[in-house]
């Protein structure tokens, strides 16, 4: 499928994607750029640098950063799409909201992690980093509780957006069915041998049945008469 023949549901999809798997990333981003599970707390020699897995750190910094920018370019094909109603118009800057909310953290564990990076290289002799350690603990709790929070928030924003959608495809049936009736009512009222005609066949019908009715119900009689008998 070429890039031109997208749908605004195919853009959709694959803006959901990226925005999960961006917000994946950012956790374990999160976790890497604190330091947790860095081998430099066992090791007290002083060529050790204090902050192991700087490249890996720097490589998912760039994967990230060109995952916001594909990101980017999906909002922005989805903004040139015609929009078909508030359900739309709330999805668009949801997805937009969803963005801010994403680059505004990727910049912040940016900037916590040099901030950090700073802080250690200036205590690099100090051997008794204890109360560091608890520091990037508590950090790393915050941060899980706001990832837990952002992912609800985004939950029940879906879920808006699905019940607004119903409810226009609701509102757009029942429209359709009054239309419907009208057009029926007219009709009826300009031809009234028509009319006649239905009320006649109905009341065949119904008479059709009472004595199909009375036919099996006499026959039942006679079966259960003769079993008995």
């Known amino acids: 499928m070429s890039a031109t023949a997208l749908t605004y549901e195919d853009l959709r999809k694959q ?8 917000d994946l990333k950012l956790v374990a981003f999160s976790k890497l ?20 897995g700087e490249d890996t750190f720097e490589a998912m910094s760039l994967e990230i950063e060109q995952l916001l920018k594909k990101l980017t370019q999906i909002n922005e094909r ?22 801010t909310d994403l680059s505004r953290d990727y910049r912040k564990i ?36 706001n990832t837990h929070l952002y992912n609800s928030d985004r939950l029940v924003n879906d879920q808006i957006s699905i019940a607004m959608e119903t409810r226009e495809h609701l509102s757009g049936q029942r429209q359709t069915l009054k239309r419907l009736q009208t057009r029926f009512n007219d009709v009826s009222n300009r031809f009234p ?30 079966i259960l008469f003769y079993a008995f008998h």
């Open 110 to 145: 940016n900037s916590q992690h040099e901030t950090r990076r700073e802080r250690e290289d200036l205590l690099r002799t100090s051997k008794n980093d204890s109360f560091r350690t608890e520091g990037v603990n508590r950090r790393d709790l915050y941060t899980k509780e």
């Open 78 to 99: 989805m903004s040139e799409q015609p929009v078909s109603g508030a359900g739309m118009l709330h999805t668009l800057h949801r997805h937009k909201d969803i963005l």
């Open 15 to 22: 803006a959901r994607h990226l925005e999960n798997d961006i």
């Open 193 to 222: 041998m028509i009319n006649s005609l239905i009320q006649r066949i109905n009341m065949r019908k119904k008479r059709d049945s009472v004595i199909v009715g009375l036919v099996v119900g006499v026959c039942t009689l006679l």
């Open 33 to 52: 750029g604190a330091g947790i599970n860095t081998p430099h707390a066992h090791n007290t020699a002083d060529t050790v640098p204090l902050l192991s």
